[in-house]
């Protein structure tokens, strides 16, 4: 359990960042990848073979990709941070905040802009939601 506080406190801090200035402390988010594979060498995080460890970074490559082919509209903070993700949980457990995360804020969206709040072109941040999404698969 101390793995996902050490992880929540290190998603906190990029999510306050990102929903108000809109950009990700990549220092931030180095600093907790660092973190987990040095958790990870220490063995304080159980036995990993290196191919949990390389599909742990699926998500966050992913959105790499996405980044590339969307011209950032996605950003690639958003990849890091997913990487930083995948390397404290895993594939299983990223995918599932990922997954959470984006309802979350897909429903978010569609009231704010089924209630006129937003336009269409407005970008949300996404960071905040996936600290959500982490807090709704960790705690069930």
């Given amino acids: 359990m101390w793995v996902e506080i050490v992880l929540f406190l290190f998603l906190a801090v990029c999510a ?3 929903g108000f200035s809109r950009q990700v402390p990549l220092a931030v988010v180095w ?3 660092l973190t987990a594979v040095g958790l990870h060498i220490g063995g304080a995080m159980g036995e990993t073979s290196l191919m949990a460890g390389a599909l742990s970074l ?6 790499f990709l996405l980044s590339f082919l969307t011209g950032e509209k996605v950003g690639y903070g ?6 930083m993700i995948g390397l404290f949980l895993g594939v299983y457990q990223c ?3 990922l997954l959470v995360g984006l309802a979350a804020e897909s429903v978010v ?3 704010l802009l089924a209630l006129r709040k ?4 407005r970008e949300i941040p996404f960071l905040p939601f996936l600290l959500l999404g982490m807090g709704v698969v960790v705690c069930f």
């Fill in 31 to 33: 600093l907790g990848m």
């Fill in 118 to 121: 937003i336009q269409r072109d």
């Fill in 95 to 97: 995918f599932l905040i």
């Fill in 78 to 83: 958003d990849g890091w941070v997913l990487l």
């Fill in 16 to 18: 306050v960042f990102d």
């Fill in 58 to 63: 699926i998500p966050g490559a992913g959105f």
């Fill in 109 to 111: 969206a569609i009231v």
